[in-house]
């Protein structure tokens, strides 16, 4: 069975640009979940949705930060512009049912911001 | 105080060690417990969930002190591939939040 799907895996961009992150989760499953992660800060939650609705997006850093989900099996992060300090491993996740703890992460894109 | 708390370690410990990790909370009203392993470069995965009366899983045993906030995970008999960062994890009602995670180092 497939897993979570991220793309890209690795992403180099210059400071400004937009950047488009994507993720298919698992079929069938309800909630999405948007993580960072950093060595100083650890994985953070940046959004989560549940049926496709946004529910939690306060862990959004900044206005720069927008994520979508138009329908249950394709969400997108996006940054733009860019900068140096988004440089960092993002993850997508995906569960079951809203309630249900256990989530199945994608592989991540790594992200660097010259 | 940070939500979940762990040393970073790292942990270097030759194979057949028994190690234990600790993590600490601060939200009393957290619903259920975790931890996920972490392999370098790649991304987290459920280990085994933590419950009240301790739980075991081969190797591993999980428990969980609700007065005093506090969940522990102890690896016996470690093995080379057990090497990995692992993540203390606490759920609210619908979402996790993460430790920053201990490092483990088993050497042959």
């Known amino acids: 069975d497939a897993g979570v799907i991220q793309s890209p895996r690795h992403e180099v961009t210059e400071m400004g640009q937009e950047v488009t992150l994507r993720c298919k989760p698992i079929s069938g499953h309800n909630s999405l979940f948007w993580y960072r992660q950093t060595m100083m800060r650890g994985l953070e939650l940046l959004i989560y949705?549940?049926?496709?609705?946004?529910?939690?997006d306060s862990g959004m850093p900044e206005d720069r930060f927008s994520a979508k989900m138009p329908n249950a099996s394709f969400s997108t992060l996006k940054i733009q512009p860019s900068e140096p300090r988004d440089s960092a491993v993002y993850f997508c996740?995906?569960?079951?049912?809203?309630?249900?703890?256990?989530?199945?992460f994608g592989p991540g894109t790594r992200l660097t911001v010259l | 105080r940070k939500e979940v708390e762990q040393d970073p370690g790292p942990f270097n410990v030759p194979e057949g060690a028994t190690v234990a990790f600790n993590c600490t909370y601060s939200?009393?009203?957290?619903?259920?417990f975790f931890w996920y392993r972490q392999d370098c470069r790649k991304e987290p995965k459920l280990l085994m969930s933590?419950?009240?009366s301790g739980n075991e899983d081969g190797r591993f045993t999980a428990q969980l002190n609700r007065a005093s906030q506090y969940i522990s995970l102890l690896i016996r008999d470690s093995k080379l591939s057990d090497s990995a960062t692992y993540l203390c994890?606490?759920?609210?009602?619908?979402?996790?939040?993460f430790g920053k995670g201990t490092m483990l180092l088993v050497s042959p």
């Open positions: 933590v419950y009240s």
């Open positions: 996740a995906s569960s079951p049912q809203s309630g249900s703890n256990e989530q199945f």
């Open positions: 994890v606490v759920a609210g009602y619908s979402t996790l939040t």
């Open positions: 949705f549940n049926n496709n609705v946004p529910i939690d």
């Open positions: 939200n009393s009203a957290s619903q259920s």
